[in-house]
């Protein structure tokens, strides 16, 4: 498949709290991420050498925006001419914005499925400052995936038109996504929404160890903190997983381990059948809280 943009990484996610202390402390004191910046209307976390992985801002719950690193200037001029020949009112953030986000350009425009912000940058500035002491050894944010009302034009968007690469299926149901040519299993995941809402689904924390996996089930129980699914096994990525909610309802998920592919000569996006053991390959089952998180935020401006 055509792929006109090239991609480092995924950048970061912004999620909006009615209670900025409260989420703080959560993901700080629970999850273990680094408070690396605040003030009186956001704070920056980090588990890796970005200087941010989680934006955190004051307002009503929900997602606000994920952001992209790609390669190189030239896929981000690409991407703005996709963005302006699809009318999704693209911006470049200025001077002073791109020096607060630490990224030599950024280009922002309007997901036409869910009206999220997406953030496309170059030059993201990496830091060698220590992590504060974690309690879960995370090596980075992996992925972050969200319900949608309409997968197939969320496909059409996503791998169509900006090239990810799908890894795996189940369809009308679910795709997982590489922000090509990121190895990475999936960084972003789209569902089809059982709702028809545009609503955060999870938001994913990678481990160094399996043993992280069951220390952290532990220290999430006795902080009372609810487990939603897991531990298992994922199918799709292999992933061994645990999945809380944050203080908002959102899920979180810790995983360990993830199928990695090469740039040329991958496999190529296998057909998964639609039952529970996709999900868990040891024959868990979900809380019904588990992935009906807080909505996608429409973009302003």
């Not at 690193?69 to 981000?76: F, G, H, I, K, P």
């Not at 009206?115 to 990496?126: N, W």
């Not at 939603?228 to 309802?249: A, C, K, M």
């Not at 057909?271 to 935020?297: C, I, N, Q, Y």
């Amino acid at each position: 498949m055509d792929h006109p943009l090239r991609f480092a990484r995924l950048g970061y996610c912004r999620l909006h709290a009615p209670d900025l202390e409260r989420s703080i402390g959560f993901y700080r004191d629970v999850v273990g991420l680094t408070l690396a910046r605040r003030d009186d209307t956001e704070a920056w976390l980090r588990c890796g050498d970005k200087p941010y992985d989680i934006v955190l801002g004051e307002g009503p719950a929900g997602l606000a925006a994920v952001g992209f690193e790609v390669e190189s200037e030239a896929d981000l001029d690409r991407a703005h001419a996709i963005a302006e020949t699809l009318d999704l009112s693209p911006h470049w953030a200025d001077e002073a914005t791109c020096a607060r986000m630490q990224v030599r350009r950024s280009l922002r425009f309007t997901d036409p499925i869910t009206g999220m912000e997406i953030d496309f940058f170059t030059g993201l500035a990496v830091t060698d400052e220590p992590l504060a002491s974690q309690l879960t050894k995370i090596v980075r944010m992996g992925h972050v995936v969200i319900n949608v009302h309409d997968l197939s034009a969320a496909h059409n968007f996503w791998v169509e038109t900006l090239g990810f690469a799908v890894s795996d299926r189940v369809e009308g149901m679910a795709e997982w996504l590489r922000c090509w040519p990121n190895p990475l299993h999936h960084s972003l995941a789209l569902l089809q929404s059982p709702t028809g809402a545009n609503t955060l689904h999870h938001v994913n924390f990678m481990v160094t160890d399996i043993d992280d996996i069951g220390q952290a089930m532990n220290r999430l129980k006795g902080a009372e903190v609810p487990i939603v699914f897991g531990p298992g096994r994922h199918l799709p990525s292999t992933s061994v997983f645990l999945y809380f909610l944050d203080p908002d309802g959102n899920s979180a998920e810790f995983s360990f381990g993830m199928e990695l592919f090469e740039e040329q000569g991958a496999r190529g996006p296998r057909e998964l059948e639609h039952k529970a053991e996709v999900m868990d390959t040891w024959g868990g089952r979900p809380d019904p809280r588990f992935g009906k998180g807080s909505p996608v935020l429409a973009r302003h401006g």
